[in-house]
């Protein structure tokens, strides 16, 4: 990058910023205008907001109200019972897969040696 180039985006990203800048004071005094105007509703004690008010009072949940999150366990119960035999089709059906994964693996390897075998065979004929 040239010293063109980069004075170029370094006056680039100063108006972004100056522009960012401005947007920032423009959302701030906005809501400066929203807070005052909820801060004189507050002073006149306007009956509908001392309703929310005392509503957001209600439904605030106190602080020294301890954490019983810890303590909860739960207990999942079914009425259906599995099959005396469930846990051992179970194991077989494990065995069955790990066999069957070692046979596709040995026959990739088997099938990956012989794609090398015949790829380089005959650079490797003297």
């Known amino acids: 990058m040239n010293e063109d180039a980069a004075a170029s985006l370094a006056l680039d ?10 947007d920032v004071a423009a959302l701030k005094a906005q809501n400066s205008d929203v807070l005052a105007s909820i801060e004189s509703l507050r002073l006149v004690n306007v009956e509908g907001f001392q309703q929310i008010i005392a509503r957001d009072a209600y ?4 602080a020294d109200v301890p954490d019983d999150s810890a303590d909860w366990v ?3 119960r079914s009425e259906v019972e599995v099959p ?3 846990f051992s089709d179970l194991m077989s059906f ?4 790990t066999v069957l994964l070692v046979f596709v693996l040995v026959s990739l390897l088997l099938n990956f040696g012989a794609l090398l075998w015949l790829s380089f065979s005959d650079k490797w004929r003297v």
């Open 13 to 22: 990203a100063a108006q972004t910023l100056k522009g960012i800048g401005e």
């Open 84 to 86: 005396s035999s469930f």
């Open 74 to 76: 739960t207990e999942v």
């Open 94 to 97: 494990q065995y069955f897969q």
């Open 59 to 62: 439904l605030a949940v106190p």
